[in-house]
Each structure stands twice: as C-alpha cells, then as structure tokens.
C-alpha cells in the first residue's frame, strides 16, 4: 500500500487547507476545480485509499489529456475520483477509461473543443460492471447507481481539471448537455441476446472491457406497436435518419442502444447482431432533398467522395447516415419498456475499446486483483 508521506514527497501533489468542509468547497470553486457541484474533499487518505488499486507508478502520466495536454497520473486521476465520489475499487476503470479516450483515432481534442454537445460516453462490458454494481438495467443512463454517476464524473473532472475543458475556454460546445457531468452505463448482458461488446471485440466474455464513443445523449426510440423485429428496425432507423447530427457528414460510427423488450422481439425473428448493423445501414438513410443546398455542396460534399458531380437537383437520392454495415455499434441495455436510444456521435471520431489489463499485460478477471497490500 502506498504510503501518505510518499504522496506528500511528490512536489505539487498536496496543499495544506483548513479542515473545514465549507472552506474546502470556497477554495475548490475558488480555483474551478469543480463542474459546479459539491465535491469529495481529496484528502490524503482519502487518495491513498483510490490508488490501492493502482498497479503503476503514481507519478508516470498514462495518457495526456488535450486539448491543455495534461499529464494524467494515477495520482492526479485518484484526486479527481475522490473528488466525483469514487470507491476506491472503481478506480480501474477510470484509469482504462482516460487511457481509451486518449488514443489518437478518438479525437479526444476535436471533442473536447468542439461547438458540438457530444461527451464522453463510457461502456463497461463483462464481469468488472457487476463486482462493482454497475446499473445495466431500468434506468441505466440517468441517476441513482454510484458507479455510474462516479466512474463517468471522475473521467469528466480529469478532463476538465488536466484536460483543460473549461467551459468557454478549453471546452467550446454551444449549448453544452447534460451528459458533460457524467456519461457512464454498463452493457445488459444477462438480457442480451446477441454478443456483448467485449465479445464483439474479440476479447473473451470474462475479459472486462471499457469502450468509450464521442456520443450526444440519448435519443429516444419510442415504439410499442411494432408486431415484429423488422418494423422495430424500421423504426430505429427512422430515427437515426436525421439531418442535424454529424453522422450524416462524418463516418462516425454511432451507437444503437437496444431496449431489452425490443431486443428480444428482434432475435426472436431471426436477426443476428450483424443482421440488425446491415438492416440499419440500408433504411438509415435520409433523401437529399432533405438538406439545405448549402449543406450539400458546402459540408456533404465535402466529406463524401463517393457523391462527385452530384446537384442539389438530385432530390431523392438517399443520403447514408452510418457508413457500411460495420459503421454503427449495437449493445443492449435498460429495464423493462418499449423504448430503445440512438445515441449520434461528434463525427470525426472512432470509438476505442480497452481490455482491464494489469501492468504485466495479463488480463484481469476482477478489479480486486488491482489492490495493492
């Protein structure tokens, strides 16, 4: 275990505050540490605690953070999960999480920057979601589960707090959204009737993995009277036909998140998960006539070489929104309800899938096996 005086050796690693929580909060706001709400007071103890479950050197960055490119240590990472409210036994996944983010085909800048009201969205697959209690189920991406609301707030905080995305400075998003505090779900294996995304990735199904999309929130799919899976299908993919969202322009790989009732009633009739992925790539379209002739010869054209010599005249020429059947991801999560979420992503983006791997490379089966004695 990692001892707290050799915290308190690494030079700007603590500064001495009053013990007083209202002093604290004053001196965190004071300093716009916070996303505006009250924080965990990131003691010492309490960040000895989070970085038992570090299995690297503190002070050694795993990833730089843009777009202030920020060196993010285990230590300062375990600062900012106190501060979200983290168990210690979460901190895992946030380390996977940041180092995904920072992959270069991600585009973490281009996020982090942009006028768009994307986030970052954190999926958490295999046995890792359930030791620690992860919400796959009834109402998985809004409140009420610790995990969730912790693991995505302390991957939020280090992007604002080491990243520099603040708000009219580093962070340039129009309208913002409310998916800028925390962004975090677990997959619904248990009513999954298709592989999960670890599986889907080529890891095995007791590898825990984390996959992280440049996502706007969810967008609801309302149908509860689609008698079979191909009118279900047909309605997701009017929903994701839309012109506003990035996708249309970009190859952005957006993300279908399936309820499990309209899940079932899809594998019931048939369709494997690559099934559903094509079905989607051919009815997810949207006619031309549809986009202003400004965005057609101004951003469509300018982002699909497959359109050369096209006019705004050619009016009922669909317009593909995912691109190529591998162009969209499908998972399964949520309660009980005729209800599935499209999820439209920044664009320019991919999403990254880690395995939970410790420091020696060899895969680990629990986050317990990441405590240190």
């Known amino acids: ?66 777009p202030r490119f920020g060196e993010a240590t285990p230590l300062r990472l375990a600062a900012n999960a106190v501060m979200a409210g983290c168990l210690p036994q979460y901190f895992p996944l946030v380390l996977l999480a940041i180092e995904a983010l920072c992959e270069e085909k991600f585009n973490l800048y281009g996020i982090q920057a942009t006028t768009h009201p994307c986030s970052t969205l954190v999926v958490v697959s295999g046995p890792a979601a359930r030791e620690i209690g ?57 009513a999954n009737p298709w592989e999960p995304l670890n599986v889907e990735m080529g890891f095995g199904a007791e590898t825990s993995t984390v996959t992280v999309y440049g996502a706007e929130p969810p967008h609801n799919v309302n149908d509860h009277e689609s008698l079979d899976g191909e009118g279900l299908l047909k309605m997701i993919a009017g929903t994701i036909a839309q012109t506003g969202a990035n996708n249309i322009y970009y190859a952005g790989e957006p ?84 209800h599935s979420v499209y999820i439209p992503t920044f664009g320019p983006t991919r999403p990254v899938t880690l395995p939970l791997k410790l420091k020696d490379g060899t895969v680990a089966t629990s986050v317990e096996q990441f405590r240190q004695a």
């Not at 540490?33 to 002070?59: K, N, S």
């Not at 020429?317 to 005729?338: L, Q, T, Y």
Request: aromatic residues 6%; proline residues 8%.
């Open 134 to 190: 992860m919400n796959s189920g009834h109402n998985a991406f809004g409140p009420g589960n610790r995990a969730n609301a912790t693991i995505g707030r302390a991957v939020r905080l280090a992007m604002w707090n080491i990243g520099g995305a603040i708000p009219a400075s580093g962070d340039m998003s129009t309208h913002g959204a409310p998916s800028k505090y925390t962004y975090c779900v677990a997959e619904n294996e248990a």
């Open 255 to 338: 993300l279908v998140v399936i309820g499990p009732e309209h899940a079932a009633s899809i594998a019931k009739d048939g369709f494997s998960k690559r099934d559903v992925k094509a079905f989607l790539f051919e009815h997810a379209r949207v006619p031309l006539g549809n986009l202003s002739d400004d965005n057609i010869v101004r951003r469509l054209k300018q982002f699909e070489p497959w359109l050369p010599g096209l006019t705004a005249e050619q009016r009922d020429r669909p317009v593909p929104i995912i691109k190529g059947e591998e162009g969209v991801h499908v998972i399964v999560v949520g309660g009980a309800g005729k």
């Open 1 to 66: 275990m990692i001892a707290t005086e050799r915290l308190l050796e690494i030079p700007g690693a603590a500064l001495e505050v009053d013990d007083d929580y209202e002093g604290i909060d004053a001196f965190v706001r004071g300093n716009n540490w916070t996303d505006g709400l009250p924080v965990v007071p990131p003691t010492a103890e309490r960040v000895r605690a989070m970085l038992a479950y570090c299995d690297r050197p503190i002070d050694e960055p795993v990833a730089k953070i843009p």
